[in-house]
Nanobody
């Protein structure tokens, strides 16, 4: 089993920045993919960005050019740098790790005021 702990959410004004962090517990499994998802009020959970063990990254169209995912899966830590934040980015952000099964963090609230 893999446990994930997120941090870095908060309240920011439109145009501001936040950085989320996700740390995975040490385990015997090999994590191949980690990513960030979000769930806005009244909407389904959606993928924001992901990164593979080899460093390949993927972004949702809505955050391309504004968000950046980084980190080292081998070191069990990833980050999400969020710039030029918009009110529509308001959501609970969840860290995910895939190791044959999915593990999820508890979520961190990001609120962007207009």
């Amino acid at each position: 089993q893999v446990q994930l702990v997120e941090s870095g959410g908060g309240l920011v004004q439109t145009g501001g920045s936040l950085r989320l962090s996700c740390a995975a517990s040490r385990s015997a499994v090999t994590i191949n993919l980690m990513g960030w998802y979000r769930r806005a009020p009244g909407k389904q959970r959606e993928l924001v960005a992901s990164i593979t063990r080899g460093g390949t990254v993927n972004y949702a169209d809505s955050v391309l050019g504004r968000f950046s995912i980084s980190g080292d899966i081998a070191k069990n830590t990833i980050y999400l740098q969020m710039n030029s934040l918009k009110p529509e980015d308001t959501a609970v952000y969840y860290c995910n790790a895939y190791w044959g099964l999915d593990s999820w963090g508890q979520g961190t609230q990001v609120t962007v005021s207009s």
